[in-house]
């Protein structure tokens, strides 16, 4: 199971966050946010750093090894 995406979901939704907002505060694509969110894809480390910053969660929180 893919708790980043879980996780990611979680955090937007209660954050009020649209993927197209994430998006574009990250500087990345539509495409890649819900590659993110559907999980097809996993972000890179650098983009674990920056959600983690923008959401305020731990590294461990995002990739599910903490509550």
Known sequence: ???IKE???ELLKENGITSYKLSQ???VS???VHYWLSGKTTPNAEYII???KYFEVTSD???GLED
Request: aromatic share 6%; proline share 0%.
């Open 50 to 52: 920056k959600l983690c």
């Open 7 to 9: 996780r990611l979901n």
């Open 61 to 63: 929180y995002l990739i």
């Open 30 to 32: 539509k495409s890649v």
């Open 25 to 27: 505060d990250l500087g």
């Open 1 to 3: 199971m893919n708790k």
